[in-house]
Structure formats: structure tokens, C-alpha cells
């Protein structure tokens, strides 16, 4: 132990920053796929226009949703305590993101077998499902983890969960799902209106706009909900930071306004807001003047400061408990052993590198614009 370069303090924060990048490369890579999927309905209105929007995302989905799989593989390797909770506490919610998700490549297969326009048009539902569900509920996770989740822990550490599916569909948890849907339409619809072009460029762009202009709204209100009247954890002991895992050794009490407390000691954090609703109005203007690529910036800022306003609020919380606050998961308190942390860290150094170049890679492939044309050209467009 006494060999590792690096405290076990520093290592939970590096992953505590590592699991956000990782969450935030998921929204920002797989989010245009999840924002297209979600406007296919809307932006395309015959079968070539909604094989232009399909074979935008088509070559390369498969590859962005790596992030959420490495994002998950974080939290069950790095955080064992909170995936623990959470994957339980969520089953049924994690079910419905995996059964829409797994609608997208089964849509993508199957849509082309048949030429009947009613079977294509089920398919292209089932892609809006694929798109819109896990972008609903993705927020909706969020903004239960901000209120609480009624979960337990018994003097052995093993985790028992009160609530229910239905339950987490409060007012604020609601508000946050849609957030994060306006988020990531956002992003799609600025993919669409880069890379295509016509009649489905000008709806992308359309939409783009309004979406834009609702995440401000939907995160301003969010925000302010925060503020005046929702209760946040404060830890009230003196935790080790360099201690053991163990949940049930400090005192947490509920403060309204609690969620702010961070902004209060680090004014700096201040930063993320301002990035999620300076990105989402740099979008909105973008699309305005058809700068797509300005637009996707903008979008691509406004997911960062978005999520990133999520993690400032929260830390050092993982998980806060509704039912028992003092046996919330914490940064100090929820994390793997020190000799993990460092070997997944040596890991994560050589193999995320490979990934980005990859991922680098595969879009100076198939970067250009699609078309109906150059679908015409590909035997294996979708």
C-alpha cells in the first residue's frame, strides 16, 4: 500500500472526475444518436428523407455507446457500493433504458427488410422509443439522485431500497428528464443540420432552435427549484478522506438550499451554469444564423456545463439517502480499495487514449454530408 504513488484521497477524486468524463463523453457522443433517434419522426417526412437521418447515425452508434459501457463498468469497478444501490434501486428503470436501447439496433435491421410503408413507419417508432425513452430517463435518474433515494444500509453494508418504478416519477425528477431530452435534442438536431442537407438540414435546424431555447428555459427553472425550496445533504462530521470504505461512520443532515453549499465555498464552480446556459445560447443563436458547426459547439458546451452543474452540486455525495441520510454514499466513503483505484487508473491511462484515436478515426471516415444520393451510391446504407 505504502508503495502506490498516489493517496487514496487523490485517487477518489481522479475517479470521482473520471466517472463524470465518462457519463459526459456518453451524453455527448451517443447523445446526437439519442437526439436524432428522437427527431426522426419529425425532421424526415418520407422514407428517403428518414434513411438520410438514420444512415447519419447508423455507422457510428455502435461505437458512442461504448462510453455508457465504460461509464457503467466505472461505477461497478471504482464506486461497488453505489453500483450496488443504484442498478438495484433503478432495476426496472435500468430495464427500460436497456429494452428501448436495444429497439434502436433491432429498428435498424429490420426496417429495411420490408417496403411497406406501415412496416417502416413501426420501425421508425420504435427508433423515436429507442431515442427519446433513454433520454427521458437518463434525466429522470438524475433528478432523483438531487432529491434522494429511499435506500438503507444495515450494520453489514448490504443495501436495502424502499421505492418503487412509480416513484421516481416525482415533479423534479420529471423536470430533469426533460432537461436532459431537451439537451440532447439539441445535439441531434445540430448533427442533423450539419450533415444533411435540403428540407431535413431546415427542420434540424428548426427544431434545433426551439430545443435550444427550452433546455435554457427547462435548466433555469431547474436551477431555481434547487435554490428556493429543495432540501440538500450537507455531511455534519469530519470524514477521513484517506479512510476506509464505510457509509455508516458520519452524520449527514437535510438543508434547503443544501445543493448550493459548493457554490457558496468555491465560487469557481459558479463556471459550470454559466457553461450549460452560455452553450445552449450559443446553439440557439448558431442555429439562427445556420452555423451548424458553431450550433454543435454550443450543444456540445451545454451538455459539459450541464452535467458538470450535476457533479459540483452533488460532491461529495454519489447517492444521498432519502430514508437515512447518514448512510448516503459519498466520494470518501463509497470507493473501491486503494490498490484498485490505482490499477484501473494505469489501465485507464493506456486504454482511453486508443479509444479517443479510434473514435477520432472513424469520423474522419465517414465524416461528409449524407445524403439521398450518396445513400443511393452504398449497398450497405440502412
Given at each position: 500500500?505504502?508503495?502506490?504513488?498516489?493517496d487514496?484521497?487523490?485517487?477518489?477524486?481522479?475517479?470521482?472526475?473520471?466517472?463524470?468524463?465518462?457519463?459526459?463523453?456518453?451524453?455527448?457522443?451517443?447523445?446526437?444518436?439519442?437526439?436524432?433517434?428522437?427527431?426522426?419522426?419529425?425532421?424526415?417526412?418520407?422514407?428517403?428523407?428518414?434513411?438520410?437521418v438514420?444512415?447519419?447515425?447508423?455507422p457510428?452508434?455502435?461505437?458512442?455507446?461504448?462510453?455508457?459501457?465504460?461509464?457503467?463498468?466505472?461505477?461497478f469497478?471504482?464506486?461497488?457500493?453505489?453500483?450496488?444501490?443504484?442498478?438495484?434501486?433503478?432495476?426496472?428503470?435500468?430495464i427500460?433504458i436497456l429494452?428501448?436501447?436495444?429497439?434502436?439496433?433491432?429498428?435498424?435491421?429490420?426496417?429495411?427488410?420490408?417496403?411497406?410503408p406501415?412496416?417502416?413507419s413501426?420501425?421508425?417508432?420504435?427508433?423515436?422509443?429507442?431515442?427519446?425513452?433513454?433520454?427521458?430517463?437518463?434525466?429522470?435518474?438524475?433528478?432523483?439522485?438531487?432529491?434522494?433515494?429511499p435506500?438503507?444500509?444495515?450494520?453489514?453494508?448490504?443495501?436495502?431500497?424502499?421505492?418503487?418504478?412509480?416513484?421516481?416519477?416525482?415533479?423534479?425528477?420529471?423536470?430533469?428528464?426533460?432537461?436532459?431530452?431537451?439537451?440532447?435534442?439539441?445535439?441531434?438536431?445540430?448533427?442533423?443540420?450539419?450533415?444533411?442537407?435540403?428540407?431535413?438540414?431546415q427542420?434540424?435546424?428548426?427544431?434545433?432552435?426551439?430545443?435550444?431555447?427550452?433546455?435554457?428555459?427547462?435548466?433555469?427553472?431547474?436551477g431555481?427549484?434547487?435554490?428556493?425550496?429543495?432540501?440538500?445533504?450537507v455531511?455534519?462530521?469530519?470524514?477521513?478522506?484517506?479512510?476506509?470504505?464505510?457509509?455508516l461512520?458520519?452524520?449527514?443532515?437535510?438543508?434547503?438550499?443544501?445543493?448550493?453549499?459548493?457554490?457558496?465555498?468555491?465560487?469557481?464552480?459558479?463556471?459550470?451554469?454559466?457553461?450549460?446556459?452560455?452553450?445552449?445560447?450559443?446553439?440557439?443563436?448558431a442555429?439562427?444564423?445556420?452555423?451548424?458547426?458553431?450550433?454543435?459547439?454550443?450543444?456540445?458546451?451545454?451538455?459539459?456545463?450541464?452535467?458538470s452543474?450535476?457533479?459540483?452540486?452533488?460532491?461529495?455525495f454519489?447517492?444521498?439517502?432519502?430514508?437515512?441520510?447518514?448512510?448516503?454514499?459519498?466520494?470518501?466513503?463509497?470507493?473501491?480499495?486503494?490498490?484498485?483505484?490505482?490499477?484501473?487508473?494505469?489501465?485507464t491511462?493506456?486504454?482511453?487514449?486508443?479509444?479517443?484515436?479510434?473514435?477520432a478515426?472513424?469520423?474522419?471516415?465517414?465524416?461528409?454530408?449524407?445524403?439521398?444520393?450518396?445513400?443511393?451510391?452504398?449497398?450497405?446504407?440502412?
Amino acid at each position: 500500500m505504502n508503495n502506490i504513488p498516489l493517496d487514496y484521497e487523490t485517487l477518489r477524486l481522479i475517479w470521482w472526475g473520471l466517472l463524470g468524463i465518462l457519463l459526459m463523453g456518453f451524453a455527448i457522443m451517443d447523445g446526437f444518436d439519442l437526439g436524432a433517434g428522437a427527431l426522426l419522426p419529425f425532421v424526415a417526412r418520407t422514407d428517403e428523407e428518414r434513411r438520410v437521418v438514420i444512415n447519419l447515425v447508423g455507422p457510428t452508434w455502435e461505437g458512442n455507446q461504448v462510453w455508457l459501457v465504460l461509464g457503467g463498468g466505472a461505477i461497478f469497478a471504482a464506486w461497488p457500493a453505489l453500483y450496488a444501490v443504484s442498478f438495484s434501486g433503478f432495476y426496472l428503470a435500468m430495464i427500460t433504458i436497456l429494452l428501448a436501447l436495444i429497439l434502436r439496433p433491432v429498428g435498424f435491421k429490420f426496417r429495411g427488410k420490408l417496403k411497406d410503408p406501415r412496416w417502416r413507419s413501426t420501425w421508425d417508432w420504435a427508433l423515436f422509443i429507442g431515442g427519446f425513452v433513454p433520454a427521458l430517463i437518463f434525466g429522470v435518474a438524475v433528478g432523483n439522485v438531487l432529491l434522494g433515494v429511499p435506500f438503507a444500509l444495515d450494520e453489514t453494508l448490504r443495501p436495502s431500497y424502499a421505492g418503487n418504478f412509480f416513484g421516481l416519477l416525482r415533479p423534479f425528477a420529471l423536470l430533469s428528464g426533460l432537461v436532459s431530452v431537451a439537451m440532447l435534442v439539441t445535439h441531434g438536431a445540430a448533427m442533423i443540420a450539419l450533415r444533411t442537407d435540403g428540407p431535413v438540414a431546415q427542420r434540424g435546424r428548426t427544431y434545433g432552435r426551439w430545443a435550444a431555447v427550452a433546455t435554457v428555459a427547462l435548466f433555469v427553472v431547474a436551477g431555481l427549484w434547487i435554490g428556493l425550496g429543495m432540501d440538500g445533504y450537507v455531511v455534519t462530521s469530519v470524514q477521513d478522506m484517506n479512510g476506509p470504505s464505510n457509509p455508516l461512520v458520519k452524520t449527514v443532515s437535510r438543508v434547503t438550499g443544501g445543493w448550493l453549499a459548493n457554490y457558496s465555498a468555491h465560487p469557481w464552480m459558479m463556471l459550470a451554469p454559466v457553461l450549460g446556459v452560455s452553450g445552449a445560447l450559443i446553439a440557439m443563436v448558431a442555429f439562427g444564423r445556420s452555423a451548424f458547426k458553431t450550433a454543435l459547439f454550443g450543444s456540445t458546451v451545454a451538455i459539459f456545463g450541464i452535467i458538470s452543474t450535476a457533479g459540483m452540486s452533488l460532491f461529495p455525495f454519489l447517492l444521498p439517502s432519502s430514508l437515512d441520510p447518514n448512510v448516503s454514499l459519498t466520494v470518501w466513503d463509497a470507493s473501491s480499495s486503494h490498490l484498485t483505484l490505482f490499477i484501473m487508473l494505469i489501465a485507464t491511462v493506456i486504454f482511453l487514449p486508443l479509444i479517443l484515436a479510434y473514435t477520432a478515426w472513424v469520423y474522419r471516415v465517414m465524416r461528409g454530408t449524407v445524403t439521398t444520393i450518396s445513400i443511393g451510391r452504398n449497398p450497405n446504407a440502412y
